[in-house]
């Protein structure tokens, strides 16, 4: 099992900053890749990034490539999601989320945290 804990949201004016963290804990070598969904009130779950274990690879939903940054630190066995140039439309609970690829799709991964709201005012 691993079990995820996300911190770092909260309210913030558009166009300011956010990062959002994800520590990981357990059995953390099963998984490949780690991720970050967000959905907002009445919508789907959506993708926003992906990062893998091995090399670093990274992968952006088209709505926030150049805007938000995924990064990981295997020591600390943590993942951040730095969120620069926030518009309202970033309102969101986000989530954090582990599996065995990085995918875009949120049902093939196996672990999910309980999520942390990021409120973008406009």
């Known amino acids: 099992q691993v079990q995820l804990v996300e911190s770092g949201g909260g309210l913030v004016q558009a166009g300011g900053s956010l990062r959002l963290s994800c520590l990981a804990s357990?059995?953390?070598?099963?998984?490949?890749?780690m991720a970050w969904f967000r959905q907002a009130p009445g919508k789907e779950r959506e993708f926003v990034a992906t990062?893998?274990?091995?090399?670093?690879?990274?992968y952006y939903a088209d709505s926030v490539r150049g805007r938000f940054t995924i990064s990981r630190d295997n020591v600390k066995t943590t993942v951040y999601l730095q969120m620069n140039s926030l518009k309202s439309e970033d309102t969101a609970v986000y989530y954090c989320?582990?599996?065995?690829?990085?995918?875009?799709?949120?049902?093939?991964?196996?672990?999910w945290g309980q999520g942390t709201q990021v409120t973008v005012s406009s």
């Open positions: 357990g059995r953390t070598s099963s998984t490949s890749a």
């Open positions: 990062i893998t274990r091995n090399f670093d690879i990274t």
């Open positions: 989320a582990a599996g065995l690829a990085a995918t875009r799709t949120w049902s093939q991964y196996d672990y």
